[in-house]
């Protein structure tokens, strides 16, 4: 056997270069070039917060960027998708989230000149069919039956409610059933005449793009000049609730779905990168403390971790696991008790490990044309430049073992968590009250 | 446009294949053992998997975990299991190379693992099972689909997770006989695709895996049954279940992989039930309103038979049987005249997307490259494997639809929603 190797530490990754520009009216373009990437991903993002749908008619945001893909005015019914799937391209995503609406399709580099004006076409003259709507309508309708069928999805909902009671992160970002069913196509239309403007919207392109792609783009979406709408701006957030326990009851569940969850500062906050330093030694690694114990050591779940999303105005920190039924409430007890960076800080080994893993790790997941235009969307959609990115892995570098503890039990105490369990709530209520924690239960 | 690929054996037998990526910010490593589930002894359901799992709970030279040791130098990794092979990979900055290659090499050459590890990672799988089949709703049709469509004593009839009580009795004597069986240097083939040059990776990977012992007499033969007959009878299999709604499935015995018709197969699957200018969403879902959604797939099997699927979920009112009865006269029709020009220029262009795509990334193209290795006997057959695809003929598609396809050799799944 060989003599284990030295490691050469890697040179830094620097995010790929973003050119930003804007055509003549107002729709600005991020487009990253990247040699051997030949399907070229682009996405159309609306830079409008989902507070602003009217409550009774919620859903309604993503439900207008997904029927954009059912008809056009200039191809209507089936012409639409038959030219768009006809030339190589999908729709790999459409619908909406605190920050703003996108969509993204995906095409071959080679056919990148047929792609771009469909897009055009679908985020500028949607044709709105009322039966197309329908159907969508009630396909999302179906989902959220689903949905409730589905223990991890009812505690992820749960989670949010629990957290963030009468605010729209509190709900679900599609709409929840009594206010799709409420939508019409009159309604998808006058969203849509509200928010689709190029002011409000900018074009994201990634993969191997041709010396020609901004006349390609004037060219798709030149001659894009409807009226503009005032929005309301984004308002700012309130609270989190903190320190309740929501059982939601699901007698028949193969296993208890456990979320604990709180709102901490997003990535434009200067405690991000120490935040993101502390989760990883917490819960973003396989080797991080939640997996290592519940798993690893303890075999209560396939697996446990912990993650920040962020968002413009803050941040959702999750932990989940799917646990065996019988050591749910210990599951629950240890893992509230594993983010109690006050009682136990994050060490210099995990902090080096920790710092190691983002900076190595995160530009490996960002090697494709697909994750690149994710991440570029991302930067706009949370207010930050595409430099962002090469200044935030520097400033992990320099996190400290205590900074990172630091940041994480400043915004992330275990008594402030919100808990949310779904599973059989008849033995799992007395369970939690055996570990001291008392709940309340949910049926619906 | 084609990825330059670069092949060696080593002297122990293991088969190495280099494909230099400039542009990659890691370097993959691909390893494929020629096991998966359609290898187990009967009564051993799931144990390849569970085998897997303790792949990570330590060799002669390693404590802990290699997915543990490796994101500790800013490198991911992991490790699946199907019914045809195990494969094993990690992606890690360039300069962590040499020491994703000894821990591959280590755990070749021994593993350790204590009853303690082995206890908890079959709870470990428990849960997994729970998490991904038992605990989620329509989790269960993977496990009807296989037992429709292969007899109870065919590999192919069960899920590559297993049947728990199997696991039961898998003892840490099982541990040690399937490592020294199938863990051996002639049954691994390994993919990098790295941005250095390839001399410097032969040299890497002749370091480490070259320095594992030659094993003794000749690797196991994988399992190999004879192709299956088409169905006969329409085989039919209804359930009731707890879901919001319920979904049809048409299935088919059809050609594995490496088959000369498998291209057409997969073609006039997508004309019917891929995407959404496919025929079925135009004319059931559009159109008639008669679906909420279909889909089409095929299983990928490669060991004489593989499984073909088209599937339609109704809307709300409407019964599975007059669904099939549209399903069986667009298959007819397919069959009689066949594709428009339009279909098979789309289907061309949608494989290219999915083609390309799909190798994307330098650890995807490493498994890409590894599976056409496997399944073709020549890595070079990845830069071929898009040409057999884009040669489909429209009558090719019409043949296939009136034979693998035929609706008399189908078998039916009605999963009901009952709620």
Known sequence: MARKPQVHPAQPWRFPPVDEWALPNGLPVSQVNLPGQRVVTMTLLFDVPLTAEPRQIEGVAALAMQACDEGTL???????????????????????GMDGSTITIEAPASRLEQALPLLAEMVAEPAYDEADVGRLVESRLLAIATGLVSPPVRASKALRAGLMPNHRLGRLFAGDSDTVAAITRDDVAAWHDRVAHPARARLVLAGELPENVTSLVDGAFGSWNPDRLALPEAESWPAPATGRVVVVDHPDAAQVSLRIG?????????????????????????????????????????GAGSGLTSMRQAAFFTMQAECR???????TALALRLLDLDASPVTEDEARDAIAYITGATPLHLATADAIAAQTTSFALCGVPPTWFDEYTAA??????????????????????????????????PDLARHGISTVVHTA | MSFPLATRTLDNGV?????????????????WYRVGSADETPGASGFAHLFEHLMFAGS???????????????????ATTTADRTNYFETVPPGALPLALWLEADRLSSLRVSGAALRTQRAVVFEEKRQRYDNQPYGDQLELLLGLAFPRSHPYSIPTIGIMSDLDAASLGDVQAFHSAWYRPDNLRVVVVSPQPDDEVFRLVEKYLGDVPTAGGAPPQPAHPDPLPALTGVPRLAVQRPVPRSVLHLLWRTPPVTHPDRPAVAVALDILGAGQACRLHHDLVRDAGLAEAVGAGDFGFTRGTSLSTLTVQPQAVVELAQLEDSVIDHLAQLAADGPTNAEISRTRAQMEREWFGGLADAGERADAINEDWANWGDPEHLNRHLDAWLSVTADDVARVASTWLNPGARAVLEYEGVQ
């Open chain 1, 396 to 429: 992990v570098r320099q996190v400290t073992p205590e900074g990172a503890t630091d940041a994480f039990t400043r915004h992330i105490q275990p008594a402030n968590l919100v808990v949310a369990l779904c599973g059989p709530a008849a033995t799992l209520v």
């Open chain 2, 15 to 31: 088969q190495v294949t280099v494909s230099r990526d400039e542009f990659s910010p890691g370097s993959a490593l691909n390893l």
């Open chain 1, 325 to 331: 039924q019988d050591v749910a409430a210990e599951a």
């Open chain 1, 74 to 96: 200039p191809h209507p019914g089936a012409g639409l998708i038959d030219a768009l799937e006809g030339c190589g391209a999908v729709t790999q995503d459409a619908g909406a």
């Open chain 1, 262 to 302: 709180t709102i901490t500062p997003g990535r434009r906050s200067p405690d991000w990168p120490a935040l993101q330093v502390a989760n990883a030694a917490v819960g973003a690694m396989f080797g991080s403390r939640l997996n290592r114990v519940l798993r690893e050591e303890r075999g209560l779940t396939y």
């Open chain 2, 60 to 78: 002669a030279h390693v404590r802990g975990d290699h997915t543990e040791i490796l994101e500790a130098l800013g490198g991911v990794s992991n």
